[in-house]
Structures are given as structure tokens and as C-alpha cells.
């Protein structure tokens, strides 16, 4: 038996794409997504795909307020992933 082991490390954060960052921007709008009801009794959130008119499911919840609020935690992540395409940010610095 042979086994393969790799390992990768990188010296900056990975690059981001262009069209990636234009897909993060697109998922921080919020008419962009619609919550739909299941058969089941619960409530589906999803999107528009950007390049066609099909709806991707993303979560699941039991009430109608709780799938509003998946949204916008959804759209606070991909606010925040934005924040941080150039690099991490500076939160303290020391002096002397």
C-alpha cells in the first residue's frame, strides 16, 4: 500500500480572484435572495445565480424570521470576507 501525504503553505494569504470578489459583492445584496415555503411546513432561503435565472438553496428554517435573519448573517459574511481581500487588517499597534 502506498500512501501520499502533501502538504501546502503559503507565505501571504491565497490570492482571490476577480470574478470570486465580483461573486462575494453580488451575495452582499440582499434583493439578490428570496425565502420560499417547503412542503414541509419550513423556509428556504436562496439566491439568484448571477449568470442565470436559477435559484440556489442555501439554508433551511422554521420560521419566516429566522430565514430573514440566515440572510443577513449570510450577507454580514460575505461583507466581512470582502474587508478582508487586501490582507488582514491592523487591529492594535505598539509603541515605545
Partial sequence: MTIYYSTNSWSSQPQVSQKQIEFWEYLTEKPNYR????????????YKHPESSEWIDVTR???IESAEKAID?????????LGFVNGPKVVKTFEK
Fill in 35 to 46: 425565502i420560499v415555503e417547503l412542503p414541509n411546513g419550513f423556509y428556504q432561503t436562496e
Fill in 61 to 63: 428554517r422554521e420560521t
Fill in 73 to 81: 448573517k449570510t450577507i454580514e459574511y460575505y461583507q466581512k470576507k
